[in-house]
């Protein structure tokens, strides 16, 4: 690539890219930053910046940067073969041998992969075959999907109206039959009641809605076992063993989204061997190639598969790139990465543990009001004060102040409304968890600073 300046860049940038969840006029009086390289858990710019990747890209490089192993494995298969498809009767190795290994990997009863490209392909994918499974069963009526607030599923027209942003909804993203309930977000909704009447009270919301629509017509349930776009919510235990029963009783199918928690993120394979789940269907992504090349897929549960295999007929749904043999190779090396340096064994005894610690020495900040954690996730709540507590009136204004104080000393985290978020490469070290929280914690200084507090 040709060695423009920065501001060279920003120019071309912003005259022809429409980039993603981007305000347009904003980013052309600003300038993108131009990310150039990464290696290992850092980024570089094209000002020589260094900025500690606290958040492996966009939840998704669980294996760090620079991993020669997956380089080499989509050279090897490009120079095999770049690209054949797999419609009308054909397949390649790496995409059998990945089916099967994903398979192993999931909780019992998951046999079944369907390729995609991203998170929102694949909960696209899930909203049709949930739709067809219960017109084979011939319950066609039975549509509804209900999710839950602050959500985030996708960004196509039909996964950003399973998602539970209004933002999202409000531009053109509100689709028919789509249903949302409260998530449970003890930070503002637990109060006074202990964990287990919390669980149960939060997942009696579902039931409440189920009742309201009417349980024939309501196809499935969906939810992440821990909200990451939303803000890393984190259910109290034993919420998701209602939530279950409750579509069990109901019959109506339990869909887990495993796009940012699979893969080794909160310590076990996928979050749900963590919580004990027995989803219907998954959906993955991100974790799955850590980011090297595109690819989702949805594990379709074995109710769902036998349905679809006995008297489906042809399932007409599928892109150019379901299961693309380049990503296939790159995710079986990935995942053969990840067992071979024990990354999910160091993040459930060691860094995950750590985290938590280290980030518990800044819940005395005099803005912070609570910090949460879940294997590598973690959220750092921001408040106006701790007595109440009493959030900032202009949500997301001081979330936006001290994610810019963290990137300028160093450090990449992000905000959510006023929530600081931390999702870092499963590869992570004791000393890169250090210098996160250092600089978090002088982002935080700075951030009150500015406020006069
Ligand atoms: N499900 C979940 C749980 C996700 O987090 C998707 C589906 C959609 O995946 P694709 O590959 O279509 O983006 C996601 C994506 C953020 C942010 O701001 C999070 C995501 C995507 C973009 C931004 O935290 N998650």
């Keep these: 690539m040709e060695s423009l300046s920065t501001n060279e860049w920003q120019a071309i940038d912003s005259a022809h890219h429409m980039a993603p969840f981007t305000d347009y006029a904003d980013l052309r009086k600003t300038g993108a930053r131009i990310i150039t390289r990464a290696e290992g858990h850092c980024v570089y710019d094209t000002d020589g910046n260094r900025i500690l990747d606290g958040m492996a ?25 770049p690209y054949y498809n797999n419609f009308f009767k054909t397949s390649n190795p790496p ?4 089916s099967r290994r994903l398979a192993e990997l999931t909780p ?21 075959m949930v739709r067809h499974f219960w017109a084979l069963e011939g319950k066609p009526e039975k549509r509804v999907i209900i999710g839950r607030e602050y959500g985030y599923h996708g960004s196509t027209i039909m996964s950003a109206s399973m998602g539970g942003m209004s933002g999202m909804h409000n531009q053109a993203a509100n689709e028919p039959d789509f249903e949302h309930i409260r998530p449970p977000y003890g930070f503002l909704y637990q109060g006074n009641q202990d964990e287990a009447v919390f669980a149960a009270n939060a997942a009696s919301w579902l039931e409440d809605r189920i009742l309201e629509v009417g349980a024939d017509r309501v ?7 821990v909200q990451g776009a939303g803000g890393v919510i984190v259910p109290p235990d034993g919420y998701f063993a209602h939530i279950e029963a409750i579509c069990r009783k109901h019959d109506i199918l339990f869909i887990v989204d495993e796009v940012i928690t699979g893969f080794g993120r909160t310590g076990h394979w996928f979050a ?13 992504a ?3 190639t850590s980011g090297y090349m595109p690819m989702s897929a949805v594990m379709v549960g074995d109710r769902v598969a036998d349905r679809l295999i006995a008297d489906g007929g042809e399932f007409y749904h599928g892109f150019t790139y379901s299961g693309h043999p380049v990503a296939a190779a790159v995710a079986l090396a990935n995942l053969d990465l990840i067992e071979r340096e024990n990354m999910i064994e160091t993040v459930r005894d060691d860094t995950g543990p750590y985290l938590a610690s280290a980030l518990a020495s800044l819940a005395d900040h005099r803005l912070v009001g609570e910090v949460r954690t879940f294997g590598l996730l973690a959220a750092i709540e921001l408040v106006k004060s701790k007595d109440g507590p009493v959030m900032f009136e202009d949500t997301g204004t001081v979330g936006g102040m001290c994610r810019d104080h963290a990137i300028q000393r160093g450090l990449m985290m992000r ?3 006023d929530a600081m978020i931390l999702s870092p490469a499963l590869s992570y070290t004791r000393a890169d968890i250090d210098e996160t929280v250092a600089i978090a914690r002088k982002a935080l200084d700075a951030t009150a600073a500015d406020l006069g507090l």
């Design 272 to 284: 749900s061997q963590k919580m004990g789940l027995s989803p219907d269907m998954m959906t993955m």
């Design 57 to 81: 890209g966009l939840w998704c490089v669980n294996v760090g940067y620079g991993r020669h192993e997956l380089v080499e494995a989509a050279s090897r298969q490009m120079t095999e073969l």
């Design 95 to 98: 995409v059998a041998a990945l």
């Design 286 to 288: 991100k974790g799955l």
């Design 219 to 225: 196809a499935a349930f969906v939810a992440e076992p």
């Design 415 to 417: 905000a959510v409304r």
């Design 108 to 128: 019992d009863g998951l046999n079944n992969a369907f390729f995609a490209n991203s998170g929102s392909e694949a909960n696209d994918t899930i909203i049709r």
